[in-house]
Protein backbone atom coordinates (compact mmCIF):
# COMPACT_ATOMS: atom_id res chain seq x y z
CA UNK A 1 0.00 0.00 0.00
CA UNK A 2 1.42 3.60 -1.08
CA UNK A 3 1.10 6.23 1.15
CA UNK A 4 1.82 9.71 0.72
CA UNK A 5 0.35 12.54 3.67
CA UNK A 6 0.99 15.83 3.29
CA UNK A 7 0.83 18.92 5.80
CA UNK A 8 1.98 22.40 5.58
CA UNK A 9 1.52 25.93 6.90
CA UNK A 10 2.00 29.39 5.06
CA UNK A 11 3.95 31.68 7.73
CA UNK A 12 4.54 34.91 7.64
CA UNK A 13 7.84 34.94 7.81
CA UNK A 14 11.20 34.13 5.38
CA UNK A 15 12.75 31.22 4.36
CA UNK A 16 15.89 32.12 6.64
CA UNK A 17 13.55 32.31 9.28
CA UNK A 18 11.92 28.95 9.15
CA UNK A 19 14.85 26.86 8.11
CA UNK A 20 15.97 27.57 11.37
CA UNK A 21 12.76 25.84 13.07
CA UNK A 22 14.07 22.74 11.00
CA UNK A 23 17.96 23.08 12.43
CA UNK A 24 16.58 23.24 15.84
CA UNK A 25 14.89 19.72 15.91
CA UNK A 26 15.95 17.83 18.47
CA UNK A 27 18.21 20.30 20.13
CA UNK A 28 17.49 21.95 24.00
CA UNK A 29 15.87 24.68 21.97
CA UNK A 30 13.73 23.00 19.72
CA UNK A 31 11.16 25.49 18.09
CA UNK A 32 9.42 22.93 15.92
CA UNK A 33 8.73 19.56 17.32
CA UNK A 34 5.61 19.50 19.86
CA UNK A 35 7.56 17.83 22.83
CA UNK A 36 5.19 19.47 25.69
CA UNK A 37 2.15 17.23 24.02
CA UNK A 38 4.19 14.12 22.49
CA UNK A 39 6.96 12.02 22.77
CA UNK A 40 10.29 14.46 22.16
CA UNK A 41 12.66 13.39 18.88
CA UNK A 42 15.80 12.34 20.15
CA UNK A 43 18.91 11.58 18.16
CA UNK A 44 21.90 9.79 19.06
CA UNK A 45 24.17 12.75 18.52
CA UNK A 46 24.04 16.18 17.62
CA UNK A 47 21.67 16.83 13.93
CA UNK A 48 23.70 15.75 10.88
CA UNK A 49 23.13 13.08 8.25
CA UNK A 50 23.63 9.39 9.69
CA UNK A 51 22.23 10.46 12.83
CA UNK A 52 19.63 8.16 14.02
CA UNK A 53 16.65 8.67 16.36
CA UNK A 54 13.13 8.83 16.71
CA UNK A 55 9.90 9.80 18.80
CA UNK A 56 7.67 6.82 20.45
CA UNK A 57 7.62 3.48 19.06
CA UNK A 58 9.09 5.67 15.34
CA UNK A 59 12.92 5.02 14.57
CA UNK A 60 14.31 6.61 11.52
CA UNK A 61 18.01 7.63 10.63
CA UNK A 62 18.64 11.09 8.86
CA UNK A 63 19.43 10.59 5.26
CA UNK A 64 19.32 14.19 3.76
CA UNK A 65 20.00 17.71 5.17
CA UNK A 66 20.28 20.41 4.15
CA UNK A 67 20.46 23.16 6.80
CA UNK A 68 17.78 25.81 6.70
CA UNK A 69 16.09 24.09 3.62
CA UNK A 70 15.17 20.19 4.60
CA UNK A 71 15.74 17.29 5.98
CA UNK A 72 14.60 13.98 5.13
CA UNK A 73 14.48 10.76 7.73
CA UNK A 74 14.54 6.93 6.61
CA UNK A 75 11.78 4.98 8.61
CA UNK A 76 13.55 2.18 10.54
CA UNK A 77 10.89 0.84 12.70
CA UNK A 78 7.96 0.13 13.16
CA UNK A 79 8.05 -2.87 10.71
CA UNK A 80 6.54 -2.34 7.30
CA UNK A 81 7.55 1.64 6.94
CA UNK A 82 9.21 1.43 4.29
CA UNK A 83 9.95 5.05 3.04
CA UNK A 84 10.62 8.56 4.70
CA UNK A 85 9.24 11.58 6.23
CA UNK A 86 10.37 14.61 5.72
CA UNK A 87 10.46 18.66 6.56
CA UNK A 88 10.97 21.12 4.14
CA UNK A 89 10.51 25.22 3.32
CA UNK A 90 9.39 26.51 0.34
CA UNK A 91 9.85 30.33 -0.15
CA UNK A 92 6.77 32.03 -1.94
CA UNK A 93 7.71 35.60 -1.58
CA UNK A 94 10.36 37.81 0.32
CA UNK A 95 8.08 37.35 3.72
CA UNK A 96 6.40 34.14 3.31
CA UNK A 97 7.43 30.61 3.17
CA UNK A 98 5.59 27.10 3.23
CA UNK A 99 6.97 24.75 5.89
CA UNK A 100 5.77 21.22 5.03
CA UNK A 101 5.96 17.77 6.22
CA UNK A 102 5.89 14.96 3.61
CA UNK A 103 5.75 11.31 4.16
CA UNK A 104 6.01 8.71 1.45
CA UNK A 105 6.30 5.12 2.01
CA UNK A 106 5.19 2.02 1.08
CA UNK A 107 3.07 -0.23 3.72
CA UNK A 108 3.94 -4.36 4.09
CA UNK A 109 2.20 -6.68 6.97
CA UNK A 110 0.30 -5.52 9.93
CA UNK A 111 1.58 -1.83 9.24
CA UNK A 112 -1.42 -1.72 6.77
CA UNK A 113 -3.51 -1.79 9.96
CA UNK A 114 -1.58 -0.21 11.85
CA UNK A 115 -0.89 3.60 9.79
CA UNK A 116 -4.94 3.53 8.88
CA UNK A 117 -6.22 3.03 12.55
CA UNK A 118 -3.49 4.34 14.80
CA UNK A 119 -0.82 6.17 13.70
CA UNK A 120 -1.84 8.31 11.15
CA UNK A 121 -4.40 9.97 13.39
CA UNK A 122 -2.05 10.37 15.59
CA UNK A 123 0.59 11.31 13.17
CA UNK A 124 -1.86 13.89 12.02
CA UNK A 125 -3.06 15.63 15.11
CA UNK A 126 0.97 15.79 15.74
CA UNK A 127 1.83 17.24 12.76
CA UNK A 128 -1.07 20.09 13.25
CA UNK A 129 0.18 20.67 16.53
CA UNK A 130 3.86 21.18 15.02
CA UNK A 131 3.21 23.52 12.36
CA UNK A 132 0.72 25.70 14.94
CA UNK A 133 4.30 25.58 17.68
CA UNK A 134 6.21 26.81 14.65
CA UNK A 135 3.60 29.55 13.91
CA UNK A 136 3.96 30.29 17.30
CA UNK A 137 7.52 30.58 17.95
CA UNK A 138 7.71 32.76 14.63
CA UNK A 139 5.60 35.23 16.17
CA UNK A 140 2.59 34.76 14.25
CA UNK A 141 -0.30 33.66 16.16
CA UNK A 142 -1.47 30.41 16.14
CA UNK A 143 -4.92 29.06 15.84
CA UNK A 144 -5.26 25.66 17.88
CA UNK A 145 -6.20 22.93 17.00
CA UNK A 146 -8.60 20.28 18.33
CA UNK A 147 -7.65 17.09 18.59
CA UNK A 148 -10.92 14.69 17.57
CA UNK A 149 -12.31 12.10 19.69
CA UNK A 150 -10.48 8.90 18.26
CA UNK A 151 -7.19 11.15 19.28
CA UNK A 152 -7.87 11.45 22.55
CA UNK A 153 -9.00 7.53 22.97
CA UNK A 154 -5.31 6.48 21.55
CA UNK A 155 -3.42 9.07 24.13
CA UNK A 156 -5.63 7.60 26.80
CA UNK A 157 -4.88 4.35 26.01
CA UNK A 158 -1.18 5.07 25.24
CA UNK A 159 -0.66 6.63 28.44
CA UNK A 160 -2.09 3.47 30.44
CA UNK A 161 -0.05 0.92 28.54
CA UNK A 162 3.17 2.83 29.72
CA UNK A 163 1.67 2.94 33.11
CA UNK A 164 1.65 -0.94 33.27
Known amino acids: MTIKNVHERVINKTGEEIGALIDSLASENDKL ?19 VGGHGPILYKVEKYEPGVCIQFKFLRPKGFEGYHRFEIEEISDNQTILRHIIKMQLKGKAMLMWPLVIRPLHDALLEDALG ?22 RRAMSRSKRR
Request: charged share 30%.
Open 33 to 51: WPHEKWPAMKFNRPLSVGV
Open 133 to 154: RAESKSGVQSEERKWSPWVKLL
